[in-house]
């Protein structure tokens, strides 16, 4: 079964500087890998995904995320941050095997973008 | 093209009743998912619906239930309440392995 750990739960920084938030994954077949971005009392929207291909995936709002499956880490990065970044983000993984796709999350990370 | 619609969207019930939540899919998508988010945690998944058949299962006790219908929308029952059920329950829909979208949520809260 996959697992993911999101390293940071919480990300401080100030506005217009870069930030990386960090999530590792676990599982023994080839996944699909996800982040969402979750605003105060919404539900999750998806920021970017990666399912096959390059491993540098650009997804909304500026975000990028590398997959790295030696490292079994897909790291998402955006160079200058907004205030209006501040929210609560989730990486998740699901297996490609199986045909379930469905995608576990991990605790979240709460980015907090200071003026 | 319509979004996942989750109702409602907050409501109060007291430890040992039953409760219905409600979803309705994105059009096109034949899968939904839930989830259940407990306060300061990720979304733990709960079950999955396939074409109105279960196509995978969380750790959640069987007084957790739920059912597709033929339009694929869906409901998620939960009986016996207990107070640690109080949380974000989430519906996410989807067309096989492209990604879920989900809805804004119901909040539960178990008094």
């Known amino acids: 079964a996959q697992s993911v750990t999101q390293l940071d739960s919480q990300v401080p920084v100030f506005e217009e500087a870069p930030v990386e938030l960090r999530c590792n994954y676990s599982?023994?077949?080839?996944?699909?890998l996800f982040w969402y971005v979750q605003y105060p009392n919404q539900g999750l929207q998806l920021l970017l995904k990666?399912?096959?291909?390059?491993?540098l995936v650009k997804g909304i709002n500026g975000f990028e995320a590398e997959f790295n499956k030696s490292q079994t880490s897909f790291h998402l990065r955006k160079p200058s941050v907004h205030i209006s970044d501040t929210a609560e983000y989730f990486c998740?993984?699901?297996?490609?095997?199986?045909?379930?796709?469905?995608?576990?999350f991990g605790r979240g990370t709460s980015l907090i973008v200071h003026p | 093209e319509t979004g996942v619609t989750q109702s409602p969207t907050h409501l109060i019930k007291t430890r040992g009743q039953q409760v219905t939540l409600r979803c309705s899919s994105q059009?096109?998508?034949?899968?939904v998912s839930w989830y259940q988010q407990a306060l300061g945690q990720g979304p733990q998944f709960i079950f999955q619906?396939?074409?109105?058949?279960?196509?995978g299962r969380g750790n959640f006790p069987p007084r957790f239930s739920g059912l597709q219908f033929p339009n694929y929308s869906s409901e998620l029952n939960v009986n016996a309440l207990e107070l640690d059920d109080s949380a974000l329950y989430l519906c996410?829909?989807?067309?096989?392995?492209?990604?879920?979208?989900f809805g804004q949520g119901t909040r539960l809260t178990v008094v």
């Open positions: 996410a829909s989807s067309f096989l392995h492209t990604e879920a979208f």
């Open positions: 059009s096109g998508h034949n899968t």
């Open positions: 619906y396939y074409r109105e058949e279960e196509n």
């Open positions: 599982s023994s077949v080839s996944v699909y």
């Open positions: 998740a993984v699901s297996e490609v095997e199986g045909g379930s796709y469905i995608p576990t």
């Open positions: 990666y399912l096959s291909g390059s491993t």
